[in-house]
């Protein structure tokens, strides 16, 4: 079992910054990516960011691209997404998720484990 806490959620004005943190604990070992997902009312999970536990490797959807960073700390088994230049369609429920598969698990079937998710709301 993996278990993955989110926090760093909340409200900021458009062109504001946000970091995200994503604490995961148990069998953290047998999970080679993380990721994080957003979920706006009304539309489907979809994919943000993720990242290889071990090489480091990274992959972003087009929308958050440079906008965006995923990072780990291995030490503190925590995954982070610092979020800049944030816009109003950046608005939705975050989720943090692991994933057994190397490479870049792109969608959410791939994820096996997931957080309760935390909110981030852009005003405009």
């Known amino acids: 079992q993996v278990q993955l806490v989110e926090s760093g959620g909340g409200l900021v004005q458009a062109g504001g910054s946000l970091g995200l943190s994503c604490a995961a604990s148990g069998r953290t070992f047998s999970r080679n990516s993380m990721g994080w997902f957003r979920q706006a009312p009304g539309k489907e999970r979809e994919f943000v960011a993720s990242i290889s536990w071990t090489a480091g490797t990274t992959n972003y959807a087009d929308s958050v691209k440079v906008r965006f960073t995923i990072s780990k700390d291995n030490a503190k088994n925590t995954v982070y997404l610092q979020m800049n230049n944030l816009k109003p369609e950046d608005t939705a429920i975050y989720y943090c998720?692991?994933?057994?598969?190397?490479?870049?698990?792109?969608?959410?079937?791939?994820?096996?484990?997931w957080g309760q998710g935390t909110q981030v709301t852009v005003s405009s």
């Open positions: 998720a692991a994933s057994p598969r190397y490479g870049y698990p792109w969608y959410p079937h791939e994820y096996d484990y």
